[in-house]
């Protein structure tokens, strides 16, 4: 039981309660204890690819929340909350709605590295405490800007691009729940026609807020904007294809079948190559010695014996220094 857990988390649960979710079908399907922790947090209000490790991946979650992600996420035109989504009241009203081109055309500028300033509804420290819980407080929040970088963001025409001015079809969409159908299933607006919302897909690196990202697009249209459906579509090297919803979970755990859902702890390091120790060299990493003399080019390799993953190594120089082992027995066909 050493490995991954992808989780198609819906609307309304924590993270923590994710990992809840899968220590309790553990416990249901008679496993025993282990250490189980996610891999980067998803907002209650959003659905998606939640990245729930297990045993000695658990390791490796943190390296989950340096991973890119991707999103797709509606901005409902006219109205700007302080929460950046739907959940917070309305702090700024306009009547501009622009068109499916004005906002394809606006996108390039937040492309690549760019500045922005998080949401004060956040779960970022301001001496010492959480933004969210001082905004909550009352107090005046000013968090400083920060550098990420939107690999790439469009319009997705198979979804419609977005909702008519006058047609109220993003309006009161609840945060995490399915698209308004005319946002996914109706033909695409005519050219020139005024929207009340955009759906767009989103690739970002670490740290990128998604609700800042939706604010700023509409500040840049003349209008303002906020959130209104929020849905992350892969973290890292997992994507919804990998994902299984929380009722699926439960029946793998009655089945006593876990294992079927359970991903191999290199599913994690997908992104990185493969080093082949022999048993001699395997057993010196695992002592947290050095190997000398390792031909091969430098950079992170995930180093195994066998079948057997023995740890996440750096190479410079032809010397290997772990950066993570793992405490796993070594398999017979080893």
Partial sequence: MHGW???DKPFGLGSTQGVSAVKRALRDGGYGKFKVGHGGTLDPLA?????IALGEATKLAGRMLDSDKMYDFTVRFGEQTDTLDTEGKVI?????RPTLAQVEAVLPRFTGAIEQVPPAYSALKVDGARA?????????VVLATRGVTIFSLYSSPERGGGTRSGGGAVAGAPLGAAPPPSLCDGPPPRSGEELEGVTLTAHVSKGTYIRSLARDIALALGTVGHVTYLRRTKAGPFSLAHAITLDKLAEHAKARAIEDILLPLRAGLDDIPA???DPDQAGALRQGRVLVG?????GQYFACAG??????????DG???VIRGFNLPMSKED
Avoid at 132 to 140: I, K, N, S, V
């Fill in 5 to 7: 857990i992808i989780l």
């Fill in 47 to 51: 659905t998606g690819v939640l990245p």
């Fill in 92 to 96: 700024a009203t306009s009547d501009v």
């Fill in 132 to 140: 969210y819980d001082l905004a909550r407080a009352g107090e005046e």
């Fill in 275 to 277: 080093l082949s120790l």
């Fill in 294 to 298: 390792i031909a091969t080019d430098d």
């Fill in 307 to 316: 079948n057997t993953p023995v740890a996440l190594v750096e190479v410079n």
């Fill in 319 to 321: 010397n290997v220094v």
